[in-house]
């Protein structure tokens, strides 16, 4: 079983920037793709952002492209969303997850963070 924590979350202004990190146990980090994902008050888990295993493919929803950047240290068993240009939409707790692919789809993921809260103020 993998744990995943999330930590870094926290009140931004908007145009502001952030950035989170996901601390993984387990000595099989390496194995899994990561991803995020986020979810606002209402609505429904909405993926983020994904890194594969080795961290040479990373994959971007529309709607962060260009402004959020995921990246991870297998070495220390850590993934980093990297964010810029925030935006009160970017509002949401904001999810590490592990799984097996690295698919933008919630399914696909096995194990979860308790998350962190992301707040942009305008």
């Known amino acids: 079983q993998v744990q995943l924590v999330e930590s870094g979350g926290g009140l931004v202004q908007a145009g502001g920037s952030l950035r989170i990190s996901c601390a993984a146990s387990?000595?099989?980090?390496?194995?899994?793709?990561m991803g995020w994902f986020r979810q606002a008050p209402g609505k429904e888990r909405e993926f983020v952002a994904a890194i594969s295993r080795s961290g040479t493919m990373r994959y971007y929803a529309d709607s962060v492209k260009g402004r959020f950047t995921i990246s991870r240290d297998n070495a220390k068993n850590m993934v980093v969303l990297q964010i810029t240009s925030l935006k009160p939409e970017d509002t949401a707790v904001y999810y590490c997850?592990?799984?097996?692919?690295?698919?933008?789809?919630?399914?696909?993921?096995?194990?979860w963070g308790q998350g962190t809260q992301v707040t942009v103020s305008s």
């Open positions: 997850a592990a799984g097996l692919s690295g698919a933008p789809i919630p399914d696909n993921y096995d194990y």
């Open positions: 387990g000595r099989t980090f390496s194995s899994y793709a």
